[in-house]
């Protein structure tokens, strides 16, 4: 967790899969050196498998804080002139345009 605060979450989780990696193999040389040879294998697409499905994730989690920042964007100037937007009357038209900024974002999850 300490680790986790100063250096990032990414290298938490780098450092916290290496060791169990480690521990994880120098446990199964111990008990079959062969059963050990044979899962080693896999490990270089688990970790292919596993960086995709992380730049996957980037991906569609900037997408979706895009759209939720042009929502935010949306709400700050109504707040901001909410006597101007009464006086015009475009109290539905924003409200609509907002709606319409969070549905994206609730499209891309």
């Known amino acids: 967790s300490s680790v986790q605060g100063a250096t990032?979450?990414?290298?938490?989780?780098?450092l916290q899969g290496l060791s169990t990696l480690?521990?994880?193999t120098i446990m199964s040389?111990?008990?079959?050196?062969?059963m050990t040879i044979m899962c080693l294998i896999c490990v270089p697409f688990i970790i292919f498998s596993v960086m995709l499905e992380g730049r996957f994730m980037e991906a569609e989690?900037?997408?979706?804080?895009?759209?939720l920042e042009d929502a935010?964007?949306?709400?700050?100037e109504a707040i901001s002139s909410v006597r101007t937007v009464h006086s015009l009357g475009q109290e539905d038209a924003i409200v609509e345009?907002?709606?319409?900024?969070?549905?994206?974002?609730?499209a891309s999850l």
């Open 8 to 14: 990032g979450s990414k290298l938490g989780t780098l």
């Open 22 to 24: 480690g521990v994880g």
């Open 29 to 34: 040389i111990f008990y079959s050196w062969k």
């Open 61 to 67: 989690s900037a997408v979706e804080k895009q759209a």
């Open 72 to 76: 935010t964007k949306i709400a700050v």
């Open 97 to 106: 345009r907002y709606n319409r900024k969070l549905a994206q974002a609730e």
